[in-house]
C-alpha cells in the first residue's frame, strides 16, 4: 500500500487519470450513440475480414468486404483505432455491455491515453504540478469531455497525434545522445515510428507530426544531420509500413490511394447544413470567422487567457534559463535549454500551422471543433506555464499555498460545472461569453450528432407497452437502437404521407428542422439541457 501512494505521489498524473476513469465507470452507459458512430463501428466488425488468412486463401477475396456496409463512406477513413480498439470492446460486450456503451468505455479509456501524453509533454518545459495543472484543464473541457466518449474518429486521432509528437521528441533526444550506442537508438525509434503509421491510418494529417519531429532533429544535430539520416529513413519506413498494415483501402493501390484521400481530405467537401449566428449555410460557404468563433466560444472561460500569458511566461522562462546556461562554463546546457525552446516553438507551429491553414484555404467546416480537435493540446500547453506562475512565481512567500491551490481550482471550476450541468451532453457547452448553451441554441449547433435519441426514446419505451410507429427525421438507425420491442421504429424522409393519427414523431433540432416537421403539433415530449432543446417527440392528432 506504501509503494502505491509512493508512485501516485511521484507521478500525480496517475491521480487525475484514477478520477477521470472512476467517473467515467460511473457514467458512460449515459451516452447515446452518436450520428457518425454505428455505421463506423460496422467498419470494424467488417474489418476482421481483411486479416483472416482463411479469406485469403480462399480464392475470391475481395478487400472491399472488409469496407462494412458504408464502405464508400468509411474506407479513405483509416481503421487503425477500431482495429486497436475492437478487441476490448468485443470483451466488453462479452461480458455483458451493450455495443454502444462498449465502445463509449474504450473511446473514453483511449482519451485517458491522450491526457497522459499532455502532462508527459508538458513536463519537458515545466514543473510537475503545471504540467497536471494544464492536463486537468484539458481533461475537464466540457467539449472534450463529451467528444471523448462519443467521437471514435476526432478523439482518438488527437490522442494518436499527440502520443506521436510526444514520443517524436523523446526519440530524437534519445538519437541525439552520444553515451548510447547504434542498437539502443535504432531500437529507440521503433515504437514511435510505428504510433505515427497508426496517426496517419487514423486520418491523412498524420504525417503533420511526422514532419514537426524532423524539424526538431534538425535542429538538434545541426551540421551532424548526416548522422541522423539511416535513422529517419528507417523512422519513416516503419511509419509507412504501420500505416499501410492498419488500412486495408492502401492494399490495392497503395500510393494512388493515399493521394486520393489527402486531396479529398484537405478538403473535406460536403454539402451539410450548418447553423451559424442564426442563419443556415453550406459546410462550404461558412464565414472566416467560423473556427475562430467556435475556439472562442466552446472552451472554458480561462484557457485563451491563460494561453495568451502563457505564451509570454514560457519564452521569458526558457529564454532566461538559456541566457543564465550561456554565462556558465558548461555550454552543454545551454545547448539544452536551445533545444527546449525549438521544441516548444514547434508546439505552437502544430496550432498556428493549422489555424492559418483553415483561415486561408477555407475548407468546407461543420460541427463546430470536432475536426479540429487535434490542434487543442498546444493550447493546453502552454496554459501550463501560466499555472507555473500561478503556483510559484507570484507565491515566493507573498501568497500561502492554499490561496494559490484554490486559484487554480477557480480556473478549473468552469469545466466541472459545464460537465455536471449538461451531462451527457457536454460536447454541447458553450461558455458565458456567449451566454451559455441557452442562448447558443436557434443560433449555433448544439447536439449536431443526435445523441439525445437515446434519452428520448427511452423516455418514449416507458409511456406505453402498446405497438407504436415512431418515424424519426434523420438517422433512424439511432432511435431503432434503443426502441422497445413494441416500437416500429420507421424514416421519416419520404413517409410523410403515411403517418397517422397517432403515430409518434421524433425531431432533432440541428438546423432548427424541428420547426419546419409538423410545426404545429404540440410536443409530447422534449429533450435538452439548460434551457436549450435537443430534440422532440411529437404525437400526431
Aim: aromatic share 16%; glycine share 6%.
Amino acid at each position: 500500500m506504501n509503494s502505491l501512494f509512493k508512485r501516485f505521489s511521484q507521478r500525480p498524473i496517475l491521480i487525475l487519470l484514477a478520477v477521470n476513469i472512476l467517473a467515467g465507470l460511473f457514467i458512460f452507459r449515459d451516452y447515446g450513440f452518436s450520428w457518425d458512430e454505428p455505421l463506423f463501428y460496422d467498419y470494424g466488425d467488417a474489418l476482421g475480414y481483411a486479416y483472416s488468412p482463411r479469406e485469403w486463401l480462399s480464392g475470391n477475396f475481395d478487400v472491399s468486404n472488409s469496407y462494412g456496409s458504408s464502405g464508400d463512406d468509411h474506407k479513405t477513413r483509416g481503421p487503425a483505432y477500431l482495429f486497436l480498439a475492437r478487441e476490448p470492446v468485443y470483451l466488453l460486450q462479452a461480458l455483458g455491455l451493450d455495443q454502444a456503451s462498449a465502445w463509449h468505455l474504450v473511446n473514453f479509456l483511449f482519451f485517458q491515453l491522450g491526457v497522459y501524453f499532455l502532462y508527459r509533454l508538458a513536463a519537458r518545459w515545466m514543473k510537475s504540478s503545471a504540467a497536471l495543472a494544464a492536463a486537468a484543464l484539458f481533461s475537464w473541457q466540457p467539449l472534450l469531455w463529451g467528444h471523448a466518449f462519443i467521437n471514435p474518429k476526432d478523439a482518438p486521432f488527437l490522442t494518436f497525434f499527440l502520443v506521436s509528437i510526444c514520443l517524436g521528441f523523446e526519440m530524437v533526444d534519445s538519437l541525439a545522445d552520444e553515451s548510447k550506442n547504434n542498437k539502443q537508438k535504432y531500437a529507440s525509434l521503433i515504437f514511435p515510428a510505428i504510433l505515427l503509421g497508426i496517426t496517419t491510418s487514423i486520418r491523412v494529417l498524420g504525417p503533420l507530426a511526422g514532419l514537426l519531429i524532423v524539424v526538431y532533429a534538425i535542429s538538434r544535430f545541426s551540421k551532424r544531420i548526416i548522422v541522423f539520416i539511416p535513422h529517419l529513413i528507417l523512422y519513416g519506413v516503419i511509419a509507412i509500413v504501420a500505416m499501410f498494415i492498419t488500412w486495408p483501402f492502401l492494399w490495392e493501390n497503395p500510393i494512388p490511394h493515399f493521394i486520393k484521400v489527402f486531396l479529398l481530405m484537405s478538403d473535406n467537401p460536403t454539402d451539410l447544413a450548418v447553423l451559424f449566428g442564426g442563419e443556415v449555410y453550406r459546410a462550404g460557404e461558412l464565414p472566416r470567422r467560423y473556427l475562430p468563433f467556435m475556439l472562442a466560444t466552446t472552451l472554458t472561460e480561462p484557457v485563451w487567457l491563460l494561453f495568451a500569458f502563457g505564451i509570454a511566461a514560457g519564452y521569458i522562462k526558457l529564454g532566461r534559463q538559456r541566457r543564465n546556461a550561456i554565462a556558465k562554463p558548461f555550454q552543454g546546457l545551454a545547448m539544452i535549454r536551445r533545444k527546449e525552446i525549438v521544441s516548444l516553438t514547434l508546439v505552437l507551429l502544430w496550432f498556428v500551422i493549422l489555424i492559418a491553414y483553415v483561415l486561408l484555404r477555407r475548407p468546407a467546416m461543420y460541427d463546430g471543433l470536432r475536426h479540429f480537435l487535434f490542434i487543442l493540446p498546444p493550447v493546453f500547453i502552454f496554459t501550463g506555464f501560466a499555472f507555473e506562475f500561478i503556483i510559484d512565481q507570484i507565491a515566493d512567500q507573498i501568497v500561502p499555498i492554499w490561496l494559490r491551490a484554490g486559484l487554480v481550482s477557480i480556473l478549473l471550476l468552469p469545466g466541472i460545472v459545464g460537465i455536471a450541468q449538461l451531462h451527457p451532453y457536454e460536447y454541447t457547452y458553450y461558455n458565458s461569453f456567449l451566454g451559455g448553451t441557452s442562448q447558443a441554441f436557434r443560433q449555433y449547433e448544439t447536439d449536431y450528432w443526435l445523441t439525445c435519441y437515446k434519452e428520448a426514446v427511452e423516455n418514449l419505451n416507458q409511456t406505453s407497452d402498446q405497438p407504436i410507429n415512431l418515424y424519426v427525421h434523420r438517422e433512424a438507425y439511432i432511435a431503432e437502437y434503443y426502441a422497445g420491442e413494441n416500437i416500429a421504429v420507421r424514416d421519416l424522409r419520404g413517409a410523410l404521407a403515411e403517418v397517422k393519427p397517432g403515430d409518434y414523431v421524433l425531431v432533432n433540432t440541428r438546423t432548427n428542422e424541428d420547426r419546419h416537421i409538423f410545426k404545429d403539433v404540440p410536443p409530447f415530449l422534449q429533450l435538452g439541457r439548460a434551457d436549450a432543446i435537443f430534440c422532440i417527440i411529437k404525437q400526431m392528432p
